[in-house]
Nanobody, 122 residues
């Protein structure tokens, strides 16, 4: 089975940066599209961005475009989310997820990390 562990969250000041990591165990990491989602208290889970199997294509939500960057290292079975110019509204639990579909909906992702808290102070 496929297991994901995400990490790297913390407390940062508005305008600061954080880098989240996702370690994937199991076979065939290279077949999965890797996505990032976030969920703030009282809100629905929100798509952040995704990266293609080879890492050649990325797609981001408008809310993070230009500030966040997704990358992956298939040799190490890892994916990352670099977050710059953070805003208080970025505060949420962030999740990495794996899918075989190029989509933005939570139900398209079969495997999920446990989540890591990102808090951005005003």
């Amino acid at each position: 089975q496929v297991q994901l562990v995400d990490s790297g969250g913390g407390l940062v000041q508005a305008g600061g940066s954080l880098r989240l990591s996702c370690a994937v165990s199991g076979r065939a990491f290279n077949i999965y599209i890797m996505g990032w989602f976030r969920q703030a208290p009282g809100k629905e889970r929100e798509f952040v961005g995704r990266i293609s199997q080879s890492g050649g294509i990325t797609y981001y939500a408008d809310s993070v475009k230009g500030r966040f960057t997704i990358s992956r290292d298939n040799a190490k079975n890892t994916a990352s989310l670099q977050m710059n110019s953070l805003k208080p509204e970025d505060t949420a639990v962030y999740y990495c997820a794996a899918s075989t579909t190029w989509g933005s909906r939570s139900y398209e992702y079969a495997y999920w990390g446990q989540g890591t808290q990102v808090t951005v102070s005003a």
